[in-house]
């Protein structure tokens, strides 16, 4: 012994360890990823842990309160509506509309948006002006104006929400991707791939949509809280989902006649509505947070 104190070898964490604490380091991510799990479970769980049938009828106990009023009772927790249908049940399986909706309308969009945005991207020239005149003209259209004339014009139903919705708001993912593609064309490991030989399409889809796929998670979170919120619009106004199809936009426009009297009947929908939508968009945020900290605010 020398007497030279010992130092502690210093080892440099994983990028897998980095990783690991970012994401469980960010309350907002965990909290939002909860929140969307339980309305996952909820959705898919829905027939085995909601109390009672949906759609059925009870005239008999209608406008029923929930159970922290003195006149509730557990027979129906959150009460029921004006035909007597449980709330809780309906609450329940509005969230497999929501999401079912939700993700449908993503992957549309999603799928339309980012094609051309790649091929906007990486090909630019006329492919580029082509896609941007595309995006000019979608951007000149309000989606909620058309969306209610095409609705209103064809029908409301869960499938024309969907198609519509989805043939409208592919914009963003095409202007996202569009830009990311760009960036992600002039990087050193496409000019490697491309020297090697490899073609357009080993280029496009093994080179550069695994490097801008965060960019498209964000985008996708984002678009599918905004199409729910959409949704639940159309089918108060009625042109939506239609009944008796429990959806939480059309359970609030039925409860509006009773908003004075009943409160609870606008309150519960329109709070898991907004729990939804504020989980999706922490999920988004913490994903861009994790994926690129170096642009966190």
């Known amino acids: 012994m020398d007497g030279t104190p010992a130092i502690a070898e210093f080892v440099a964490p994983t990028h897998r360890q980095i990783l690991r604490r970012r994401i469980f ?4 991510l965990m909290f939002g990823t909860l929140l969307v799990v339980l309305a996952f479970a909820a959705a898919l769980l829905a027939p085995w842990i909601a109390p009672h049938d949906p759609y059925f009828q009870d005239l008999s106990a209608r406008l029923v309160p929930p159970i922290w009023h003195e006149r509730g009772t557990w027979a129906h927790p959150l009460g029921t509506d004006n035909l007597g249908r449980d709330y809780l049940s309906r609450t329940i399986y509005g969230a497999r509309v ?3 909706i939700g993700f449908s309308v993503m992957l549309v969009s999603g799928l339309i948006g980012s094609t051309m945005g790649l091929l906007a991207g990486y090909f630019g020239g006329r492919t580029d002006m082509a896609v941007s005149f595309l995006v ?3 951007l000149a259209m309000p989606v909620v104006l058309v969306a209610l004339a095409v609705v209103a ?3 409301g139903s869960l499938g024309v929400v969907i198609l519509v919705l989805g043939l409208l708001k592919w914009d963003r993912f095409a202007v996202v991707m569009r830009a990311a593609t760009q960036q992600a064309r002039s990087q050193d490991y496409v000019a490697a791939a491309r020297a090697a030989g490899a073609g357009t399409g080993r280029i496009v889809l093994g080179e550069i949509v695994p490097n801008v796929l965060p960019q498209l998670v964000v985008v996708a979170t984002l678009e599918m809280a905004s199409a729910i919120l959409l949704e639940a619009a159309l089918s108060f106004l009625g042109l939506g989902v239609q ?3 429990p959806s939480w936009g059309l359970m609030i426009s039925e409860a509006k006649a009773y908003m004075f009297f009943s409160f609870w009947m606008i309150a519960i929908p329109g709070t898991a509505l907004g729990l939804l939508l504020l989980a999706i968009n922490l999920v ?9 900290p170096e642009g966190r605010a």
């Open 136 to 138: 000019t003209t979608r």
């Open 284 to 292: 988004g945020d913490g994903i861009r947070d994790v994926a690129a």
């Open 153 to 155: 014009l064809v029908g």
């Open 25 to 28: 380091g960010h309350a907002g």
């Open 98 to 100: 929501s999401l079912l």
């Open 243 to 245: 009944p008796p199809l």
